[in-house]
């Protein structure tokens, strides 16, 4: 079955401490996002790629980078200059066609990840 | 800036009554507009969306949701909810920014009652 897979499902950090989450991908989507969830804020866009080897910030990418070697892979790091790391993180992907404008985004299944 | 917004955090609905999940959004063009589901700890899945047309647009799951550009709103509605409705509904939409960047609203959960 196409679709998105994110891994670890839960994650702990140490403060301090560099961590990656995975994101894969087999629908053949050019684009993939990366999306952060709290409670009460709905989802904020930290980073998104439209295709390989390319990347650009969101509203919130400070502490945390990505990068994009493949086209179904798109990991992200969340360093340890990121001060409130604690959050539920959500991959996407979308298929950048003709009709860009009218795709939907689908998501994985999210990683919650908990400073410790 | 493009915002949207849920103005319920919480709702709570009688099994077997109609519920409206109200969304506005403030975007200066024509927007694409989007409901996502989540249930907890998961991901989200698209309810239904809006690009053109027909402004009452039918999703899964029973559900349907009505463009008004006069108010810039996109109110998610379904006629008789069930127990398994109970989740987390976001709104959102898309911009023109040169990739489509979605905005999301904040969310609004929904109780269902017996």
């Known amino acids: 079955d196409g679709g998105i897979t994110q891994s670890p499902k839960y994650l702990f950090r140490k403060e301090g401490q560099n961590v990656t989450l995975s994101c894969e991908q087999n629908l053949n989507h050019d684009a993939m996002y990366w999306y952060r969830q709290d409670p009460g804020q709905g989802l904020r866009l930290i980073y998104y790629?439209?295709?390989?080897?390319?990347?650009q910030k969101g509203d919130i990418a400070e502490g945390y980078s990505v990068s994009r070697e493949k086209k179904e892979s798109f990991p992200l790091t969340v360093t340890s200059a990121q001060k409130n790391p604690t959050a539920f993180y959500l991959c996407?992907?979308?298929?950048?066609?003709?009709?860009?404008?009218?795709?939907?985004?689908?998501f994985g299944q999210g990683t919650r990840l908990t400073v410790v | 800036a493009q915002s949207v917004t849920q103005p319920d955090i919480h709702i709570t609905v009688s099994e077997g009554a109609s519920l409206e999940l109200r969304c506005n959004y403030s975007?200066?063009?024509?927007?694409?507009l989007f409901w996502y589901v989540q249930s907890p700890g998961q991901g989200l899945q698209l309810l239904l969306k809006y690009f053109s047309g027909d402004t009452l647009v039918q999703g899964i799951k029973g559900f349907e949701a009505e463009f008004k550009r006069s108010q810039s709103s996109f109110n998610l509605r379904k006629p008789s909810v069930h127990w398994s409705d109970a989740a987390e509904y976001f709104c959102?939409?898309?911009?023109?920014?040169?990739?489509?960047?979605?905005?999301f609203g904040t969310g609004t959960r929904l109780l269902v009652s017996p």
């Open positions: 975007y200066g063009a024509t927007p694409y």
């Open positions: 996407a992907s979308r298929n950048r066609g003709l009709l860009s404008m009218n795709t939907e985004a689908f």
């Open positions: 790629s439209q295709i390989v080897n390319d990347f």
């Open positions: 959102a939409v898309g911009l023109n920014t040169g990739f489509q960047k979605l905005v």
